[in-house]
């Protein structure tokens, strides 16, 4: 009877785990949706293209060496196809807490989860490049982020492993619980690396330092894609419970979803309501940014809040993407659809928020974690990008940008019927 309950809760376990990676995967759509909104016409193809291109980039990278280095093991996976059912059903009866102890699942389950994790770093990337990076260097720079940076500060933070041998930050009292600084801030720290080596917009900024707004063509899509990623971050923030079988397992799921949901409309009303109070309108791409930094706000720590204190925690996420969008653009640093903000600024507000509900965690740990992270990104990101940029080039010429990038990069237009002749 008790190596059945133990079947019972392994299945359960590794389908939950499937289930919400592919809600996360699903967030590949939403990203595409968002970013194919907030860019120009002539620049959607291109921006289509990466989305799906980086996604294969990443799965093939980490599958090859990504999840080796990030949790050990053998590269290509290896191995990890095979189960010895009676080696994990002694697992089960060994452990101290029995049916309620953690997790155990199928390592290919795992594999899966940890993969469309890995693919949403580097969709943070695709948007902040958008309009003016060639297609080739983007997917160049998509090999090693995926395969080797991502992997690398993974392994410090969620893999046990010590910063260059040197300390561990789970000793320091850092806690992320599904990834708003190891997943969010550093596909930011990646963004910010680029766009500073890329440079802005042909017409973004005037001769005096005055903004130009540049529009995107598509709103409806933009606000489809961000109503994707709020749905499919059920599955990245719920899934990171990393258990449903039993009763205490199955209502802290409850609450990690509860408190995802409640973070996002709180983003969305503080977003919605500072836009209002500085441009005298309701501003709809501020809204959907509002929408992500709630999410990207309780993402390090659903867990713990308050069904209210989650609100809040989204709220001041929402607040910082409107007031930290307005001071990039004051720097000149050229971010067409916010990522930057969204996942860098507002990543790191969710890392600092952790410690105000989790006894477990440490301020300390928590700005210690958000250093290692943005240090090891930004600096190996900046490193291959300028590898990048001397061998092949990172930017489109002058007269590509202004044609658009869907032609000299992918040879067809997204609207060709609405394109002027």
Known sequence: MQDQIFHLQYAMDTFYFLVCGALVMWMAAGFAMLEAGLVRAKNTTEILTKNVA?????????????????????????????VDVASTLTDFAGREGGFEGGAIYSGASDFFFQVVFVATAMSIVSGAVAERMKLWAFLVFAVVMTGFIYPMEGNWTWGGGSVFGMFSLGDLGFTDFAGSGIVHMA???????????????????????EVRAIPGANLPLATLGTLILWLGWFGFNGGSVLKLGDIASANSVAMVFLNTNAAAAGGAIGALILARILFGKADLTMLLNGVLAGLVAITAGPDTPSALGATLIGLV????VVVSILTLD??????????????????????????????GTTFGGQIAGALTIFVWVFVSS?????????????RVTEEEEYEGVDLSECGMEAYPEFSKK
């Open 317 to 320: 996420g929402g607040l910082i």
């Open 382 to 394: 900046l490193v291959v990008w300028l590898i990048i940029k001397a061998i092949m080039g990172v």
């Open 54 to 82: 980086l996604f294969a980039i990443s799965c093939i990278m980490y599958l090859v060496c990504g999840y080796a280095i990030m949790y050990g093991g053998e590269w290509f996976l290896t191995g990890i196809q095979d």
């Open 330 to 359: 004051k720097l000149k640093i050229d971010d067409p659809v916010g990522a930057i903000s969204v996942h860098g600024v507002v990543g790191l507000w969710g890392l600092l928020a952790v410690p105000l509900t989790n006894d």
């Open 187 to 209: 596909g930011a720290s990646a963004a910010l690396a680029g766009v500073l080596v890329l440079g802005a917009r042909k017409g973004k900024y005037g001769p005096n330092g």
